[in-house]
């Protein structure tokens, strides 16, 4: 889980085996799968985890005196978009993790000092470690606000202000001065490359110690850009999380204003006001004062009087319903999506059959210079379209239009699959001789050739470039 802090990827169950298997062999041991597996999942479920529940503790608070209970949690399991399952360190678990390194939690200021220190003297090994240690800080802090923020999303009330001036308090800290701070180690960091001279005049022993250290150098500056760039990103974060959560508080708050029943408003003003001696605004007043206790008023969830109103004839509901079901179509992207693609398959048939009655033989590298020529390269390319038509067609080794003629059960409709029985009867519309052929033959020629094309995405409006390698296939076709 460190080692995913430093490279900033998520650690999911396979990441532990894998390492508790690299474990397994440094120690000349050996373990099959289902062992580690379980391995794993007791390590990270039973222990770690303590079987879904907070660990708890008995503290004796010395301010007051008094025994509390401390409850502890080490990491948290987070469900991703995907489905994916991984683990991250909790704040305990992060501070307990460098615990048991023996390594003094100095802040992230005084840490950057030190990293500064370090690379001033040389020590460019230990200032490379100390800079993914500083990575693994804004890592971590990251996790805590993004599990600060599912906590108070799915329930306030889980979150105090104390835990929020906390958190927001301890990025303050860290991001105080960034820029100069880190700026003075990237000047650092440029002295110290610029201070290794040419190495010829070196004996190969101080070579590879030069090496050793040009080696630690860039990855001292590679980890600084992504602290920098990691730096930027949590303030913004934090930013927009503070003012979140001042506006779920603030409705909060609002929502139970509203709620609220005000009974020296409703009750004690006017018992304080009355003084007729009527006998019914007694008992009004009365039942005003019963009436919270006893008989609320709810709120009206159903009128009856739609039961008794006139209904709609039938012919006018369906006819409403036709309509909605005509106007999503229209705007539907999945019928567009549809008839594009049906559009494309029918349009590459097309071209193959008016290039066969041209040329009675030709290849593939032929029937595409062709296409590019004559056809929008967007349409019949795009999710390599042309080429996975093309593998159909040789599974299917010849297009008979004579036999297709005499097919009873012809396909009408396609949901944007490549149908050819769908093609032909598209094309017949338009060409009832197919331009002249009768049947196309297909077979594989065994050589490897190298198409290419360039077009302009419609939707994204960016420029993409295809490039597939497939076997020549040869085509021979009969002409009536």
Not at 99 to 104: A, F, P, S, Y
Not at 150 to 173: A, F
Not at 320 to 336: A, M, Q, R
Request: aromatic share 8%.
């Amino acid at each position: 889980m460190e080692r995913s802090l430093t490279t900033n990827v998520r650690c999911t169950l396979e990441d532990i085996e894998d390492f508790l298997a690299e474990l397994f062999k440094d120690y000349n041991r050996e373990i099959n799968e289902s062992e580690l597996r379980e391995l794993t999942r007791y390590i990270v479920k039973d222990i770690l985890q303590n079987k879904g529940e907070s660990f708890k503790f008995k503290i004796m608070d010395h301010s007051d005196l008094t025994i509390k209970s401390y409850s502890v949690r080490l990491i948290r399991d987070i469900e991703d978009d995907d489905g994916v399952i991984y683990y991250v360190l909790e704040k305990q678990g992060f501070d307990m993790l460098f615990r048991t390194k023996e390594v003094d939690d100095l802040g992230f200021q005084l840490e950057e000092v030190r990293l500064h220190k370090l690379i001033e003297r040389g020590n460019f090994s230990d200032a490379s470690s100390q800079s993914k240690r500083l990575l693994a800080m804004l890592n971590q802090k990251e996790i805590d606000l993004t599990l600060f923020e599912r906590r108070m999303k799915n329930d306030l009330s889980e979150t105090s202000g104390e835990e929020y001036d906390t958190l927001i308090h301890e990025i303050e800290q860290m991001l105080d001065d960034e820029y100069a701070v880190m700026s003075d180690i990237k000047k650092t960091i440029g002295k110290a490359i610029e201070s290794f001279s040419d190495s010829n005049a070196f004996s190969d022993r101080v070579k590879n110690e030069l090496a050793d250290k040009k080696r630690n150098i860039f990855m001292i500056s590679n980890n600084t850009e992504k602290i920098l760039v990691k730096q930027r990103e949590l303030l913004s974060h934090s930013r927009e999380l503070g003012q979140l959560y001042r506006e779920m508080l603030l409705k909060t708050i609002t929502m139970h204003r509203t709620h609220c029943y005000d009974i020296e408003d409703v009750i004690l003003k006017l018992l304080e006001e009355y003084k007729g001696n009527n006998k019914l605004d007694i008992e009004e007043l009365c039942a005003k004062l019963i009436e919270p206790l006893v008989l609320p008023k709810l709120p009206a969830m159903f009128d009856l009087r739609l039961v008794y109103e006139p209904q709609q004839s039938s012919e006018e509901v369906n006819g409403e319903i036709e309509e909605d079901e005509d106007s999503l179509e229209e705007v539907s992207p999945y019928t567009k999506e549809v008839e594009r693609k049906n559009k494309a398959n029918t349009e590459i048939i097309r071209l193959m059959f008016e290039f066969a009655s041209q040329r009675k033989v030709f290849s593939l590298s032929d029937l595409w210079e062709y296409c590019l020529e004559n056809a929008d390269i967007s349409l019949i390319a795009r999710d390599k379209c042309f080429f996975l038509i093309m593998l159909d067609l040789y599974s299917t080794e010849m297009i008979d239009t004579e036999k297709w003629e005499n097919e009873e059960n012809k396909t009408e409709d396609s949901q944007g699959e490549f149908d050819l029985s769908y093609c032909l009867l598209k094309i017949s519309s338009h060409n009832e001789n197919f331009y002249g052929v009768k049947r196309i033959l297909i077979t594989r020629s065994g050589e490897r050739t190298e198409l290419k094309c360039e077009y302009t995405d419609e939707e994204t409006g960016l420029r993409c470039k295809e490039t597939v390698q497939i076997d020549n296939m040869c085509f021979a076709a009969e002409v009536m």
